[in-house]
């Protein structure tokens, strides 16, 4: 047995030792060096291209450049809206899901606001214009006055919303969840019954998807707004108001019928972390700044073309 199993190890020795083993082991390390090198090669690329696209990203360009940012985000979501939007018997059945669980955490108290606010004259009037208005309205001005008087930190407010409104789209795309209003759980439509504006016409749903509750971009974008407020504007009032905006949206929201309370957390959960990644994408820049001071630099309303 000793006799067999040294000449098996010879065998294995002298085949090991064979020019064919040989060549082989030297094409597969030669294999394996070139591997190595295209990764090093593909990673430095990717990291180079990073790069390039923080910086731009953290650049501040022309009106018409930045016109054309906000008028691309809109056409994602209408894209989102009629590529992958879903039917309104899917945000139902999806809505069903977020009441239950609701229920489960004790957080379903959205039609006893409804009817408290109704019922008690709670400025429903005000409630149903501002849902309208706050998104409409509110968050465009924002960003013009921003990008007009504030030029330094444009790059960050703006950054923020794309990143918030974006992560909100990839939701809309694969959860479409109808809002309570569109339920058979004894909501009102407050703004389409007490104001022209009629959230259920042909030529209104036109412009929004019907089915995106969750997330509330309306909470998603308050903070922007907010932001703005309180670190760009030298008014005490102006920065009292920037700290109640998000309060005043998330309760305008669900007393409207618009949205439930996980809403108000799955907006927080979009914006929070695009405000961090905002943040990060304007250091790439030292021209750009996050900066407290109301106080524009002597720059701050020269156009900067092609950065």
Same mark, same amino acid.
């Given at each position: 047995?000793?006799?067999?199993?040294?000449?098996?190890?010879?065998?294995?020795?002298?085949?090991a030792a064979h020019p064919r083993w040989d060549a082989a082991r030297g094409a597969?390390?030669?294999?394996?060096?070139?591997?190595?090198?295209?990764?090093?090669?593909?990673?430095?690329?990717?990291?180079?291209?990073?790069?390039?696209?923080r910086r731009v990203a953290a650049s501040?360009?022309?009106? +018409?450049?930045?016109?054309?940012?906000?008028?691309?985000?809109?056409? $994602?979501?209408?894209?989102?809206?009629?590529? +992958?939007?879903?039917?309104?018997?899917?945000?139902?059945?999806?809505?069903?899901?977020?009441?239950?669980?609701?229920? $489960?955490?004790?957080?379903?108290v959205e039609g006893d606001m409804q009817r408290f606010f109704v019922d008690h004259s709670l400025g429903m009037p005000f409630w149903n214009a501002f849902y309208v208005v706050s998104q409409v309205v509110v968050l465009p001005l924002t960003l013009f006055l921003v990008y007009r008087y504030r030029r330094p930190a444009y790059a960050f407010v703006r950054n923020m919303a794309i990143v918030s409104w974006s992560a909100g789209l990839v939701v809309y795309a694969l959860l479409p969840v109808a809002p309570p209003r569109l339920l058979a759980s004894g909501f009102t439509d407050t703004v389409s019954s007490q104001? +022209? +504006?009629?959230?259920?016409?042909?030529?209104?749903?036109?412009?929004?998807?019907?089915?995106?509750?969750?997330?509330?971009?309306h909470v998603g974008m308050a903070p922007v707004v907010a932001w703005a407020l309180i670190k760009l504007t030298p008014w005490v009032w102006t920065r009292a108001l920037g700290w109640a905006y998000p309060v005043l949206v998330a309760v305008c929201i669900v007393v409207t019928g618009n949205h439930y309370v996980l809403?108000?957390?799955?907006?927080?959960?979009?914006?929070?972390?695009?405000?961090?990644?905002a943040a990060w994408i304007v250091r790439a820049r030292p021209d750009v700044a996050v900066t407290a001071d109301p106080a524009p630099p002597a720059h701050a309303h020269a156009e900067r073309a092609g950065t």
């Open positions: 047995m000793a006799r067999i199993r040294h000449e098996r190890l010879s065998l294995r020795s002298a085949g597969g390390m030669d294999l394996g060096r070139a591997w190595w090198s295209s990764l090093l090669a593909a990673s430095a690329w990717v990291l180079a291209n990073l790069r390039a696209a501040t360009g022309t009106g +018409f450049r930045e016109l054309l940012i906000a008028l691309s985000a809109y056409g $994602a979501y209408s894209l989102v809206r009629g590529v +992958f939007g879903g039917t309104l018997l899917e945000g139902r059945d999806n809505a069903a899901d977020l009441v239950g669980a609701e229920k $489960a955490l004790g957080l379903y104001t +022209f +504006f009629d959230l259920d016409s042909d030529l209104i749903r036109a412009f929004y998807n019907p089915v995106a509750a969750m997330p509330s971009l809403d108000i957390a799955g907006g927080l959960a979009v914006v929070l972390p695009a405000a961090a990644l």
